[in-house]
């Protein structure tokens, strides 16, 4: 018996020795300890753009309108919103019907300037020849060439105020101003309009983001800089455009600039768009998004103690230089080191 205890002690005793020269004599590292080794970070300071959301809205370099040249009566409109029209589609007519028979009158003094101007031109030939046989004086012929040349001035002004009236009643046809979509076209058929009244309104240009910001941070804004904007708010179309360009007036203290980028969409003018523009640099601790953990709306990060072991801890952050990124406002320090997401786990 006590020499099977012994054989058993020995057998033991070398199991555990050949184990330790195959493991170079040092002690295996549990799996949990060098897991949560991987991926730490040390939080250092970092130069980031300073960016500030700015009030943007989804339009077009500019707005046509189409606005009628003549007081009347709306008796056709042929476009609806939404519509795409070409520049110089007739889309709406407005009458008149006093210019119609302002026009009638002009025809009837032109007819009869036209007979005056023919007797005149007859009477001048038969006075020119009884002229030439001796019958009349020179002052005779003199006075019936007045009367001719008088007859023809007065049948060109009848003719002149007639072309006039019927171009007057030509105006009352409305046509696009520019190549678009119609915004509004809300006047229905059958209504008084008066002159310069707008019946559409037409987009005109290619799409552009324009945002409105303080004149005194505007300083800061030139053409060619980067605009951040919420691919969200333009169905994932695109996530940043370039100021083009910046308008010199300033209207209630904002400053307004355009800001033009790839795929715009065209079918929602006039929609919100969240936008960022950098107003210069600033430090900020700026962390990856794989460590920070969100639950219940709060964001925790795992903080490496003195000790090694690592606790969560809630911090609050903001969008990050970058989509991979977040923003460190408050719960972390410069220097703290931090652990990725569920290494406390």
């Keep these: 018996m006590r020499r099977t205890r012994a054989l058993r002690t020995a057998l033991g005793l070398a199991v555990a020795l050949a184990l330790a ?9 549990a799996p949990t300890a060098r897991a949560a080794a991987e991926g730490r ?8 753009q300073d960016l500030k959301p700015v009030s943007a809205e989804l339009t077009t370099r500019d707005m046509a309108e189409a606005r009628s040249r003549i007081g009347g009566l709306l008796v056709s409109l042929s476009v609806k919103e939404g ?3 070409r ?12 210019i119609g028979l302002l026009t009638g009158a002009y025809d009837a003094q032109a007819a009869a300037a036209s007979a005056e101007a023919a007797r005149a031109e007859a009477d001048l030939g038969r ?11 020179q002052a005779r012929l003199d006075q019936a060439e007045a009367q001719a040349k008088a007859a023809r001035a007065q049948l060109s002004a009848a003719r002149a105020q007639r072309a006039a009236s019927a171009e007057l009643g030509a105006q009352g046809a409305i046509l696009a101003p520019a190549d678009g979509r119609v915004l509004l076209a809300d006047t229905p058929v059958g209504s008084v309009v008066s002159a310069g009244q707008s019946l559409a309104r037409i987009t005109a240009g290619p ?12 300083r800061a804004l030139k053409p060619g800089d980067i605009v951040r904007l919420a691919p969200e708010d333009l169905d994932g179309q695109t996530s940043e455009g370039i100021i083009t360009e910046v308008y010199p007036s300033v209207g209630g203290g904002q400053t307004t600039a355009d800001v033009s980028a790839p795929r715009l969409p065209v079918d929602a003018v006039g929609r919100r768009v969240r936008a960022w523009v950098s107003l210069g640099q600033r430090q900020a601790l700026v962390l990856p998004r794989s460590h920070v953990a969100t639950r219940y709306g709060i964001d925790y990060v795992a903080l490496v103690r003195a000790d090694g072991s690592a606790g969560e801890i809630p911090v609050q952050t903001a969008p990050g230089p970058s989509a991979a990124e977040v923003e460190i406002l408050s719960g972390l320090k410069a220097g703290d080191v931090v652990a990725p997401a569920g290494a406390t786990r």
């Design 41 to 48: 970070l040390v939080l250092q300071l970092r130069t980031v």
């Design 21 to 29: 020269a195959c493991s170079g004599g040092q002690p295996p590292v």
């Design 87 to 98: 520049r110089g589609q007739p889309i709406a007519l407005v009458r008149d019907d006093r």
């Design 83 to 85: 519509d795409l029209v």
């Design 207 to 218: 799409p552009v983001i324009r945002i409105s910001l303080p004149e005194a941070q505007a």
């Design 127 to 137: 006075i020119r020849t009884l002229f030439d046989q001796g019958v009349y004086a």
